[in-house]
């Protein structure tokens, strides 16, 4: 019987490319970018989302990062108050596409020695994305700072024991810029994706 898995979506982001507003509820196609990654993921997940609580397409645990805008590393530790069981993803909800990615992570920790910690996707660039990652969550809840307002995602998680797998190109895909959203609605759509200027799709 696969582990439990509690998904922990970072839902405050926002882009002054996009207008400065909640990139994860930007309209994509007949969703919302939030709820493109939500419906994509396992049905049997617990579901908690860190940001202003809004309807979306599955039942979810809504919080928030004390203070708002307090960073990622904030809002993983406002989500992990919410999970309890024994692996957990953690997401940015501002990469629509990356559901798929998130069972790979997860099926892949399930099954990798008692000692790894947790597995990153690997970006375009090679380098782990801890955003789109999986966890032991006795082991996340480790390293989260008492204080994590600011604090860097990559530094807190560097302490632990990390691998990390490739995952389909375009599921490390993030909505910062106009071109973002456009490039996620054509693989929503079927279509081909060209690499953006970042080296990746």
Do not use: F, N
């Amino acid at each position: 019987m696969p582990a439990r898995v509690t998904a922990v979506v970072l839902c405050g982001g926002t882009s002054a490319r996009m207008g400065g507003g909640d990139k994860t509820a930007l309209s994509l196609g007949d969703r919302t970018v939030l709820d493109t990654l939500l419906s994509g993921l396992p049905a049997h997940w617990d579901l908690v989302c860190v940001g202003e609580a809004r309807p979306t397409c599955r039942a979810v645990t809504w919080t928030r990062e004390t203070p708002g805008g307090g960073g990622p590393v904030a809002g993983i530790a406002a989500g992990l108050t919410y999970v309890d069981s024994p692996l957990v993803v953690v997401l940015a909800g501002d990469q629509p596409l990356a559901a798929t990615a998130a069972r790979h992570v997860a099926e892949a920790l399930e099954g990798a020695r008692a000692d790894v910690d947790g597995v990153l996707a690997t970006q375009a660039d090679g380098r782990g994305q801890p955003l789109l990652a999986a966890y032991r969550t006795t082991a996340l809840r480790g390293v989260v700072p008492g204080d994590p307002t600011g604090c860097g995602v990559h530094r807190t998680v560097d302490p632990l024991r990390l691998d990390r797998i490739e995952v389909p190109e375009h599921s490390t895909l993030d909505i910062d810029t106009p071109s973002d959203l456009s490039r996620a609605e054509q693989v929503g759509t079927g279509g081909r994706v060209e690499p953006d200027a970042r080296g990746g799709a």
